[in-house]
């Protein structure tokens, strides 16, 4: 069994294969212009060095947002296309989520996204061994909004760490994005073993995409 998932919210293509034990056997981080002319081909590949087809993938787990706006109606129009040629289920995971389970923290903290715009997506987790809980619903703000409500994280991860001004410094900081297809396919995985129905992907925004007049 070959578990697919699909990340293309940010700047990195991330692709992972997750085999029938929920272990992690392929991998793609790339760093790209545009998802657009990358993600197929990648994912042939992936496939290729593993000996399989695309016939062969089981389910599929794709990050549905907040992110870049083009690379999500990539990767999510790609995912489900596949879904559909090859009759497998889906399911969704949001960014932050991926975020927070991908990371190193432990305790409450925060995972954040540079959304462009002078502001942060951001949503805030309890992160306990492999399980990250959400405590807040994802949003959309200025970086120096982060820790005005008095919050003293133990950690945050992400991209929009560095905008972030003030941050405690007992506070563990992981400004890197990890692959978050990983965190996706796995989802996937645990979502197909426990019998769930499989999902509509739907892109989170958060906030309306930009309307640019030419």
Known sequence: MIILGIDTCTRWLNLALVGEGGEVVGEVREEVATHTTHLVPALDALLAARGAVRSDLKALGAVAGPGS???LRVG???ALGLSKALGIPAF???SLTALALA???EGEGVALLDARRSQVYARWFLREGE???ALSEP???????ILQSGRAPAWAAGDGVPLVPGWPPATALYPDIPNLAVPAARRAWEALRAGESPQTLEPLYVR???VRKG
């Open 69 to 71: 706006f083009t690379g």
């Open 76 to 78: 999510l129009s790609t």
């Open 92 to 94: 969704a995971l949001d």
């Open 103 to 105: 990371s190193g923290g």
């Open 131 to 133: 399980r990250a809980r």
């Open 139 to 145: 949003q959309a703000a200025a970086p120096g909004e």
């Open 208 to 210: 309306p995409p930009d």
